[in-house]
């Protein structure tokens, strides 16, 4: 039990720093995030957007009351990191490591989760 809590609290804190370090360099390296979703395709409106959300769901991935805010955030997650896989890999930047690493994280993240809830 104790290693499934070390393992929950480490793949959950790496998650969220890398969360807070995403949201940071949109909203202050605007510019640069803008320049790269261009070359994705995407709009760049969602800019802003995506950042708020990844805020809120390290939010509600820690909070201990919204067990379903919980879900609908991993989801999130799940699905941002597995379209940043497929976006770096059609533009072959050769950037899809860091989204490999990101969806392993939320995996054992959420694995550990609910193995510690029993």
């Avoid at 290693?3 to 793949?11: A, E, H």
């Avoid at 955030?73 to 899809?96: C, N, P, Q, S, T």
């Amino acid at each position: 039990m104790k290693k499934d809590k070390i393992v929950y609290y480490g793949s959950t804190g790496l998650l969220t720093l890398l969360m807070l370090f995403s949201a940071g360099m949109y909203v202050f390296n605007h510019e640069v995030v803008k320049v790269m979703f261009t070359s994705f395709g995407y709009p760049t409106y969602i800019i802003y957007p995506l950042a708020i959300a990844k805020l809120l769901g390290v939010f509600a991935i820690w909070s201990p009351k919204f067990n379903t805010l919980k879900e609908w955030a991993y989801a999130g997650f799940f699905f941002d990191f597995v379209l940043a896989f497929f976006a770096h890999k059609m533009i072959g930047d050769g950037e899809e490591m860091g989204a490999i690493m990101a969806f392993v994280l939320v995996v054992v993240s959420y694995v550990f989760s609910k193995r510690i809830k029993k």
